[in-house]
Each structure stands twice: as structure tokens, then as C-alpha cells.
Nanobody, 121 residues
């Protein structure tokens, strides 16, 4: 299993970033996928999810600012992040999601290294 997230960096508040996560070993085309984030001292949270048929869902804190998408031919999931806020600062990971409609996910054994997003005020 490989979950390789990239695209993070330092950006000013109001800026944008596009994250990518290239996967292997997970039967990507059949999986619901999500972007998670973990800020220092906080629990990991699921912020955006996309089903195998490209239905999407978001937590309220990012709805309208973030857009999740997927390319099944490339086994890759993306997260376009606009109007970034300092509270978006975290390490971002992708992984499998159990149910997109309810944003339910189960803890997985493997998470990859993630990609750090830092938003300055």
C-alpha cells in the first residue's frame, strides 16, 4: 500500500493550494476516498470525501472553500483549497473512507507521510 500526498507548503491567508495523493495497492477505482488533516495537539479529522462514483461531501469548516476530486486512471485524489485560513494549518493525508454521506471512517493501519500545509495570517 502506498499513499503519497504532495502539494503542501506555506501560503498566506486567502491563498490557494492544490494537494495530490497518488495511491497504489488499494483497488482505488472501487474505494471511497478522503482527505484528512491533523493539526498539532488535535485529533485527525476527515475534511473532504469523494465516492467511487465521484459524489462529494465536506465538513462545514471547509465547505465552499475546498474541492475534492479524483482521477481513477491515475489512482489519484486531489484537494483544491481556496481562501485558506490559519486554522487550516495541519498535516494533510489521504486515505480510504467508509461512507461519504455520513463522513464515517475507520482508523487505518497505514497513512503515508502526509503533506504539511501552513497558512500564515
Amino acid at each position: 500500500v502506498q499513499l503519497q500526498a504532495s502539494g503542501g507548503g506555506l501560503v498566506q491567508a486567502g491563498g490557494s493550494l492544490r494537494l495530490s495523493c497518488t495511491t497504489s495497492g488499494i483497488a482505488f477505482n472501487t474505494r471511497d476516498m478522503g482527505w484528512f488533516r491533523q493539526a498539532p495537539g488535535k485529533q485527525r479529522e476527515l475534511v473532504a470525501a469523494v465516492s467511487s462514483s465521484s459524489t462529494t461531501n465536506y465538513v462545514d469548516s471547509v465547505r465552499g472553500r475546498f474541492t475534492i476530486s479524483r482521477d481513477n486512471a491515475k489512482n489519484t485524489v486531489y484537494l483544491q483549497m481556496n481562501n485558506l485560513k490559519p486554522e487550516d494549518t495541519a498535516v494533510y493525508y489521504c486515505n480510504i473512507v467508509t461512507d461519504v454521506a455520513t463522513m464515517f471512517w475507520a482508523l487505518r493501519d497505514y497513512w503515508g507521510q502526509g503533506t504539511l500545509v501552513t497558512v500564515s495570517s
